[in-house]
């Protein structure tokens, strides 16, 4: 019992001992100095914040720095009743930033620890670039820029920038650290110079120092994007072609030519440079051009590093000396020899068939006041027919003959008319549940002027009218759905002229 009794007033008096430790630590003021003085470092330690409590004190001193921990001073007792002051003289061939900690003792318990900074240098050291170089791996956009920084230890952060320009504009490409040497760039021209330099900022005072300028030249292949859209028209006995090109990489284009699907394409243009507006214009005189002959014609952009772009697509019109303008077809009809497919097909001038390269359609739906181009649906001079989509009754259609851009006027319309044009009506409907009541879709008819769908209910004698919907639409939500019984469902469509379609296929949902 009484070991277990002296054992807790031994725990108690060495916590409560502790417990003083800490807090005279506390109460110590630290005036612990580390200054940089002609070379050498300069310890200063006010022992007498410490007098009234020691006559003296044990002391220890350690420097930190990259070469690790070194003690300057082990175990030295010092009065507390004036400043203590040493000298560090070993760094003067080993300039750089190092901590030194301080430790003091009395009656072999530490009463005080503190740490302090010290730049061995002189304060108007500056960090500069001994070497500093710009190089590109050939055939690649690869610029590897190296630098070697005399005193790097004095440096904060380092700053790469780039312009391109000598006196421009400098943009930051990375912010780096003092330890790092190398930076790897990417560029996108050729064949045009790239300026960079450094920005150092200091540890000491935070100023930046930059470097001098340094520039190089990429040498690698730029292939540009090929040129889209080309056109070409008949024009006072000229066939000029023009075309609109985006891509910042191409410095100019060409233009090549053939006679229709004969030989390679040869070069018929010099360079034509690149403009601000990217819209560019070449014409091709009667002095290259032969009447009622075929002509092929594309368009190579290439880039500063003389890279090459694939070839756009190719262009080919037909030259008449003496063509002013195209005859558009005319007896416009439909053909239709199954359920599934239907043409239109047209009667065409027999003295300017040659003239023609192709025909484009166009469609006006019964209640739409312009004719609209059908994308996709067009054909070639020899042909005077095309598949179209199952037409609606009162679609009205009209061809028009090109050559190039050079376009005929709009052949007389022809108008399809269905003997069964009440057949207008939505399609495919379904149905599903919802908190709000039953949800019913369908799919709207194309090219049909709706005003309004009504849909009607079976109550066991008739259909009754239970909603009205817009006729931009294509569901709606009904609350006179009851559920576990047979709900039956029709639904039907009133066009702008107040035509009602036939009813569609019966829904039935239990």
């Known amino acids: 019992m009484e070991t277990r009794t002296m054992r807790k007033l031994t725990l108690f008096i060495f916590f409560n001992l502790m417990l003083g430790a800490v807090v005279a630590q506390e109460n110590i003021k630290s005036n612990f ?106 055939g690649t956009n690869d610029i590897v820029i190296k630098w070697k920084i005399d005193y790097p230890f004095a440096v904060r952060s380092i700053t790469l920038q780039r312009s391109r ?120 005189s009667t002095s290259t051009l032969t009447d009622k002959q075929v002509y092929q014609y594309l368009v190579i952009a290439e880039s500063n590093s003389f890279g090459l772009s694939k070839p756009s697509d190719t262009l080919t019109i037909a030259y008449r000396s003496r063509i002013k303008t195209l005859s558009p077809p005319h007896d416009l009809r439909t053909i239709h020899p199954n359920d599934s497919i239907y043409y239109l097909a047209w009667t065409v001038d027999s003295l300017k068939i040659d003239d023609v390269l192709g025909y484009q359609v166009y469609l006006k739906s019964i209640n739409e006041p312009t004719f609209s181009l059908l994308p996709g649906v067009a054909t070639n001079g020899n ?73 009607y209910k079976w109550n066991g004698k008739t259909f009754k009218l239970v909603e009205l919907v817009g006729g931009n639409e294509n569901h709606v939500v009904t609350k006179s759905y009851q559920a576990g019984n047979l709900n039956s469902y029709q639904l039907k469509a009133v066009n702008t002229e107040n035509k009602e379609s036939l009813a569609s296929v019966l829904l039935e949902v239990n």
Request: proline share 4%; glycine share 6%.
């Open 165 to 284: 320009s000598k006196t421009g504009t400098y943009k930051n490409l990375a912010i780096l650290s003092n330890t790092d040497s190398a930076y790897l760039d990417k560029v996108n021209d050729a064949n045009e110079s790239f300026y960079y330099h450094l920005k150092i900022e200091s540890i000491a005072d935070s100023n930046a120092y930059t470097s001098a300028s340094i520039f190089v030249i990429p040498d690698f292949t730029i292939t540009p994007l090929p040129v889209n859209a080309l056109k070409g028209e008949l024009k006072e006995n000229k066939i000029l072609l023009s075309w609109q090109n985006l891509d910042n990489n191409a410095r100019g284009f060409y233009v090549k030519k053939r006679l229709q699907n004969n030989g390679e394409f040869e070069m018929a243009s010099s360079i034509i440079l690149k403009k601000e507006n990217d819209l560019y214009h070449w014409e091709d």
């Open 383 to 455: 042909n005077n027919y095309v598949e179209i989509a199952a037409p609606k009754n009162g679609n009205s259609y009209c061809v028009k003959a090109i050559n190039g851009v050079t376009e005929s006027a709009l052949s007389i319309p022809y108008t399809f008319s269905d003997a069964f044009e009440n057949n207008f009506g939505p399609k495919y409907l379904t149905a599903k549940t919802s908190e709000e009541g039953l949800v019913i879709s369908w799919l709207n008819p194309r090219n049909t002027n709706i005003k309004r769908f009504e849909l």
């Open 33 to 138: 100095t580390a200054k940089y003085d002609g070379g050498d470092i300069l310890l200063d330690f006010d022992a007498t914040t410490l007098s009234r409590q020691k006559d003296s004190v044990i002391i220890a001193i350690s420097r930190k720095g990259l070469g690790g921990e070194t003690y300057l001073v082990k175990q030295r007792k010092i009065a507390t009743s004036k400043n203590w002051q040493m000298l560090d003289t070993l760094l003067r061939k080993t300039p750089g930033v190092y901590q030194y900690y301080l430790t003091v003792s009395s009656a072999n318990k530490p009463i005080l620890t503190t740490g302090v900074w010290a730049y061995a240098y002189p304060p108007d050291l500056v960090p500069i670039p001994l070497t500093f170089t710009a190089t590109n791996k050939k």
